[in-house]
Nanobody, 125 residues
Framework: QEKLVESGGGLVQPGGSLRLSCVAS????????MTWHRQAPGKERELVAR?????????AYADAVKGRFTISRDNAKSTAYLQMNSLKPEDTAVYYC?????????????????WGRGTQVTVSS
């Protein structure tokens, strides 16, 4: 069964760092693009960072985290990471990872799309 499990969240002071991990199982991790999303209380879920499948040569970040967060992946460990530095109180949210892959066949185009259950990040003094 396909599964994503996030870990590494917690309470950190402003200016601190955390490294989130997302361990995948039950599917071919290397063939999937990975994204990190977050959802703060009372707000919609937003995309934070994206990394392409395979070697992860292309990465993209939301403006709010650019220069502070770094997304990476280790296909041998079926794990995606989100290194978060210079954390701010407005980074407080539940962080989710997502795996996506577009499938093309003679019957049409579809998508494999899996979500983790999230890990809480709280930035507060």
């Amino acid at each position: 069964q396909e599964k994503l499990v996030e870990s590494g969240g917690g309470l950190v002071q402003p200016g601190g760092s955390l490294r989130l991990s997302c361990v995948a199982s039950g599917f071919a991790f290397g063939g999937f693009a990975m994204t990190w999303h977050r959802q703060a209380p009372g707000k919609e879920r937003e995309l934070v960072a994206r990394i392409t499948s395979g070697g992860g040569g292309t990465k993209a970040y939301a403006d709010a985290v650019k220069g502070r967060f770094t997304i990476s992946r280790d296909n041998a460990k079926s794990t995606a990471y989100l290194q978060m530095n210079s954390l701010k109180p407005e980074d407080t949210a539940v962080y989710y990872c997502r795996a996506q892959r577009t499938k093309v066949s003679m019957s049409g185009v579809g998508e494999d799309d899996y979500w983790g259950r999230g890990t809480q990040v709280t930035v507060s003094s």
